[in-house]
């Protein structure tokens, strides 16, 4: 032992070698030989702290051919310990990129509802546990982070879906695990975008895809690392003539992303996304048109315009090795064009008058902060996530007559007359969310969160009508001015389990409450066939998960869990009959509505289950089984309680196998959902509008093959092989009214080089 200043001294040694060593906490040990020869010896040792620069390593999850695995505990500035969570990774699929097929790319995702109306992949509808599908509006859409809908609460409608080809990974958390991100049932979608790659200064990527029905797509990307600069951007050109008539559609899509590294522990980045497609709409059927012939169209008029411009800029600081904090802004200017022909009567003939044309403009622009500190409590290592949210958004809608011809032409005829909507929807949100993981051992976890939200929402403008006479003249124009406010605020809690009983086995629970205001549409409607319930309310309720499955695992991968779903006040349509005895919908508070059921997923490579060591082959079978039960059990609307939710079909089965020898692949997969009703009323005729009624069973199977040459990929698929004649949607509006049927069978080859 020395002194307070590093002495010692040793006293009557004999004359011989001796090994002296030095050990001192935090500092690397010294180890000197010496030799004692009958004098004193005077030593000066110097100790050097412990801390010193290493080389990089990588550390990777198991490879593995499944394509799908679920977020660790803390990854990514977010925290996911105990919550049901699953990541696509879009490289190791073999499906069709080349049209974002969702059929193929959530198939490992149990339980999800997929609206299927279009070919060419421009807009992703999808739900689950009886959450509307329309344009993935009960989820929170993100892009590396940020959001990308019209607006996250007035109009969380996602018209921008970025190109699969394009996306890194998507991850995917349920709504009973998302507090952190937001209030709505669904949880989350985060398209996390590829990133540049490291070893390289320049590398460009080509593929070029043809298919059916003048099915074209151009996707070009350069990505590399200079220095401290990494980037990586792509363009895409992707165009139809469509399954049906009057379908064509072009899409372009632009995105750079440029990060740049201040010091070790600091960078800064850089998004920039540009989305644009028209698209001609061949509108919707009714009941008897689908029997009759599920490819004829009596609309010619129809268009659908786009336009999506996104900015966002990321700082990513990392102050020590237990402590990282982030921080984003991000903005929107973007619009929505929709211009046509659309009667109640979906089977009305067109009288080639003047088009009903409806304009929307959003811009917004918001700022998330997060802070992440890992710590020590009770010798337990413990996760706090803190982190706040602001969101300001300014959204412009018009209504009014467009021109009478057939061209895409978004102007006002006579607009100081002829505009019969005119509003201006304000809204301003501030958030603040934290979450801590407390880790009770090594095998258990519990991790309670809360969000406060203040939401204020406006809208400001007014409506009118246009009446005319039998021969088509205007005889009465009316405007009424209107004026709504709406402020809120309140507190959610929720928390997560989770008990690793064995190293490959985890079980967890998470619990949340859940909530989604009104949106813009629900305060005023722009559609003549609906009318709005002004007292309409909030919808608010809560989630539960509980479920066991596999961690750690590279052959073999399943996650079967139960969820209640108990959803208050929520918003729907009912079908009824207007004092003139005309079929109208009414959008208003339907009822309590519960959903409950099984969602299980297992996938495993059987070949490597009984021959681990081999790496040429690979045979990979997954089973997608949900198993839905709904039921409204409260509602102030004659007819619906006790009727079933809509868009909850009891049984969603999604199966496939995927065969793998080197670098070729190729996969086939079945789709089966059973009977599901579009309203509240489970009104199963169509009718004259055919915008409510079933939505029956359908069977759907594709194909997809791979083969990698050296630089040189070659992908192809058939899509829905058996043809079969099936719909998913039967829509209210645009780009109906009525059945909008799904593509039939379809074929597509794509070429990639990689330089």
Do not use: C
């Not at 412990?50 to 990854?75: A, P, Y």
């Not at 099915?215 to 050109?237: C, E």
């Not at 020590?376 to 290592?381: D, E, F, H, I």
């Amino acid at each position: 032992m020395t002194d307070s200043l590093g002495h010692f001294e040793f006293l009557s040694l004999a004359n011989r070698k001796y090994t002296l060593q030095m050990i001192l906490d935090d500092f690397k040990p010294v180890t000197r030989e010496i030799s004692i020869r009958g004098k004193d010896l005077v030593l000066e040792l110097f100790v050097y702290p412990r801390s010193e620069n290493l080389n990089e390593i990588m550390v990777s999850e198991k490879k593995t051919d499944f394509g799908f695995s679920r977020l660790r505990g803390v990854e990514n500035m977010g925290i996911y310990e105990g919550k049901k969570s699953e990541v696509i990774n879009p490289e190791q699929l073999v499906a069709n990129l080349s049209t974002n097929n969702a059929r193929q790319i959530y198939a490992r995702v149990a339980g999800l509802n997929i609206w299927e109306n279009e070919g060419g992949g421009l807009q992703l509808s999808i739900g689950g546990r009886g959450l509307d599908p329309n344009r993935t509006s009960n989820f929170n859409v993100r892009q590396n982070g940020h959001d990308i809908s019209a607006d996250a609460l007035g109009y969380p409608e996602s018209y921008y879906t970025p190109p699969v080809e394009a996306v890194g990974r998507i991850q995917i958390v349920r709504g009973a695990a998302s507090l952190q991100y937001g209030t709505q049932f669904g949880g989350l979608i985060n398209f996390v975008m590829r990133k540049p790659v490291a070893d390289r200064k320049f590398e460009p990527v080509a593929r070029q895809s043809i298919g059916s029905f003048g099915f074209y797509n151009a996707f070009s990307s350069v990505s590399g690392t200079v220095g401290k600069l990494s980037y990586y951007s792509f363009f895409q050109y992707k165009k139809a003539d469509g399954w049906r008539a009057n379908s064509l559609f072009n899409n372009y899509t632009f995105y750079t992303d440029i990060d740049y590294k201040l010091s070790e522990n600091t960078s800064v980045g850089l998004d920039v996304t540009h989305m644009n497609y028209l698209a001609k709409q061949p509108g919707g059927l009714s009941d008897a048109m689908f029997a009759q012939n599920p490819r004829q169209t009596i609309r010619e008029r129809n268009w659908f315009d786009v336009g999506w411009n996104m900015l966002a800029v990321h700082f990513d600081h990392k102050f020590n090795a237990t402590s990282d904090f982030n921080l984003r802004f991000f903005g929107l200017s973007a619009h929505r064009y929709s211009l046509g022909f659309r009667p109640n009567r979906v089977a009305t003939i067109d009288d080639n008058g003047e088009r009903d044309l409806i304009k929307g403009e959003f811009t917004n622009w918001g700022t998330e902060a997060r802070y992440l500190k890992r710590y020590s409590l009770a010798k337990n290592q413990s996760v706090l996530l803190a982190g706040a949210r602001y969101y300001h958004g300014f959204n412009h809608s018009l209504q009014g007559q467009g021109s009478n011809g057939k061209d895409a032409n978004f102007s006002f005829v006579e607009p100081e007359r002829f505009i019969t909507y005119d509003y201006e929807f304000p809204n301003r949100n501030v958030s603040l969310f934290a979450e801590n993981i407390f880790y009770l051992g090594e095998r258990f976890s519990i991790t309670p969160g809360v969000r406060f939200e203040y939401i204020s929402t406006k809208a400001d403008g007014y409506y009118g009508t246009i009446q005319r006479d039998l021969a088509g003249n205007v005889i009465n124009i009316t405007r009424s001015d209107e004026f709504r406010k709406n402020n809120r605020q309140f507190l959610l809690a929720g928390v997560g389990l989770s008990y690793k009983p064995f190293e490959l086995v985890e079980a967890y629970g998470n619990f949340s409450q859940n909530y989604r205001s009104i949106t813009f549409s629900d305060m005023r409607i722009a559609n003549p066939s609906s009318v709005i319930d002004p007292d309409m309310k909030d919808e608010k309720g809560y989630s539960v998960d509980i479920g066991v499955r596999s961690r750690q695992t590279s052959v073999f991968n399943y996650d079967v869990s139960f969820f209640y779903l108990n959803y208050n006040n929520r918003i729907g349509e009912i079908q009824f009959y207007d004092e003139s005895n005309r079929i109208l919908r009414l959008r208003t508070n339907v009822g309590q509505a519960v959903i409950l059921g099984l969602e299980s997923y297992a996938e495993a490579d059987f070949y490597k289950l009984f021959s681990p060591d081999s790496r040429n082959f690979s045979a990979v079978l997954f089973g997608n089984f949900a198993f839905i039960q709904s039921e409204y059990r409260k509602s102030k609307m004659t007819g619906v309680e006790g009727n079933q939710v809509e868009f909850v079909p009891k049984v969603n089965l999604k199966t496939g196998f995927k065969l793998a020898y080197k670098n070729l692949k190729g996969s086939i997969q079945f789709t089966h959902l059973t009977d599901q009703f579009s309203d509240a009323t489970n009104a199963r005729d169509g009718g004259i509008s055919s915008v409510v009624g079933l939505i029956p069973a359908y069977q759907i199977m594709d194909v997809s093959f791979s083969y990698e040459i050296k630089n040189f990929r070659v992908e192809s698929s058939i899509n829905n092989l058996a043809n079969a004649m099936y719909f998913t949607r039967r829509a209210t509006g645009y780009p109906g009214p009525g059945i909008l049927p799904s593509d039939g069978r379809s074929f597509y080859l794509t070429l990639q080089v990689k330089i």
